[in-house]
């Protein structure tokens, strides 16, 4: 098997690596018509799990680069007839695609993907643990609206326990020089002992952990993953949790608000706060999603 570019995670990638991906996501920012340099190419987009913005949008990127694309659907394929996903996996490589963009639920399955298959493997969100992609389009929008990402304080607010883009954009952003601040109730924070980057503190306040800050990113609660029902969720949550307005006087006065979507209005974050005009990032983030994922797609099977 030819040695791949596989883009699995964050940590797996080198600081030039981030640097040279960055570069040509703000390259397809700003030049709306992209050479077809996927032109023949055939990319798989296997989504075991529901998306809108990370599906379309990787189709979106490889069809402007000039690939084709076979959206894979797990509902309707031989899965249902019992076949085991290693069979599935093979079958497929068998056809040899020119790449294979996957999200899965289970922690790590694209690495098992790409030491089984004969090209590229994108992540396109596994688990609780990455969602590599996110976090550079988080790092592109965040660039483009501040100018630069070291010594900023980021606040990545809400359910930290299950979110795979929080795990990302930890490992990127800190690694990038901003100073990290992980804001949740207790239940849902990560063990001080068990964080690795000096830039990385934890608050169980919600007001003390956007003091000052820079860009606050909330989070969604990812119910889906919670093992027993939360009985602070909903009403209380959001009385607590949830951010407003009015809560972003404590923050930075040109804090500017992110979340990955899909976004729960009023459980953590209000309608005020995600649709404001000035102050929220949240479609510059979903727009952002195409040129990081043509770049992705680029530096995977072209460079
Ligand atoms: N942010 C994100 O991954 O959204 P989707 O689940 O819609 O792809």
Redesign the pocket.
Known sequence: MTLHKNLLDIKSITDNEIEAILTKAQYYSDNKESKKILDGKIIFNMFFE??????TSFEMAAKKLGAQVINWDASTSSIKKDETFMDTIQTLAAMKPDAIIV?HSEYNAPATIAANVDCPVIN??DSFRA?PS?AILDALTIKQAKGKIKGLEIAICGDIAHSR?ANSNVELLSRMGANIRLVAPKYWLPEKEKISQNNVTIYDDFDAGIKNADIIMMLRCQKERWKTENSEFGEDYFKTWGLTIKRLDKANPNALIMH???INRNVEISDAAADDPYRSLILKQVANGVPARMAILDWAIND
């Open positions: 529901n998306s809108t913005r990370t599906r999200r396109a969100g969602h996110q883009v990955p979507g899909p």
